[in-house]
């Protein structure tokens, strides 16, 4: 497609329960970051994808919290009991290569989020 | 402990004028930066990015200045327009390391709320 695209774009959920957060990153691009945008802050790094191999999940702050891209392009972020400190703007963004010039721009590009609350 | 900073949280500036927007690092490690815009309900939006072997890079209104031994960089856009209200995001990463333990994640600031007035 022709950005990352991302659903649901709003998510209400009752502390607990366990949501699942799509992903469709730009065709192509090899390189897939998901980040946790908290209200007046900043995007934070969750976790780092390089096709189909997680390569980075420092980021995720529990183990409640599972990502993953197992054809190399779509990818899914599922928080599992979730609870009310989960709410945020959930963002995924793709990048061309691996982040060295020779394989591509270095930019992320961003999708529009999923804004999770929990009730 | 915050390693990129935005110690304006809003600007306001007239239509026409210049407007400028500060970050501040602290990790020497950093060597590419990036500028973000953010309307309301919409992701960030890729503005302009300067590598640290640069002290200026420009794209139309937009021009990003880097001052490694202060760490610290500027975006400026000139003329401002109304269009140009929005959140800015200073974010930066570590490329130089990628494939030896970076993955070229961006770590953000908190934002400058900018509104440009007619």
């Known amino acids: 497609g022709a950005g990352v695209s991302q659903s649901p774009r709003y998510k209400v959920a009752k502390r607990g329960q366990d949501v699942a957060l799509r992903c469709d990153p730009i065709s192509g691009h090899v390189s897939l970051f998901w980040y946790q945008q908290a209200l007046g802050q900043g995007p934070e790094f969750l976790t780092y994808?390089?096709?189909?191999?997680?390569?980075?999940k420092s980021g995720l702050p529990s183990d409640r919290f599972f990502a993953e891209r197992p054809e190399g392009s779509v990818s899914t972020l599922k928080i599992q009991r979730t609870q009310q400190e989960d709410s945020a703007v959930y963002l995924c963004a793709s990048r061309q290569g691996i982040g060295t010039r020779r394989t591509g721009t270095l930019e992320q590009y961003f999708g529009p989020g999923t804004r999770l609350t929990v009730t | 402990d915050q390693q990129v900073k935005q110690n304006s949280p809003s600007l306001s500036v007239q239509e026409g004028r210049i407007s400028i927007l500060n970050c501040d690092y602290t990790?020497?490690?950093?060597?590419?930066f990036l500028w973000y815009k953010k309307y309301p309900a919409e992701g960030p939006t890729f503005l302009i990015s300067i590598s640290s072997i640069k002290d200026k890079n420009e794209d139309g209104r937009f021009t990003v200045f880097l001052n490694k031994s202060a760490k610290h960089l500027s975006l400026h856009i000139v003329p401002s327009q109304p269009g140009d209200s929005a959140v800015y995001f200073c974010?930066?990463?570590?490329?130089?390391?990628?494939?030896?333990?970076?993955?070229?994640?961006?770590?953000f600031g908190k934002g400058t709320k900018l509104s440009v007035k007619p």
């Open positions: 974010a930066a990463s570590v490329l130089f390391m990628v494939g030896r333990g970076s993955q070229g994640n961006l770590i």
């Open positions: 994808f390089q096709n189909e191999a997680q390569l980075d």
């Open positions: 990790n020497s490690m950093f060597d590419y």
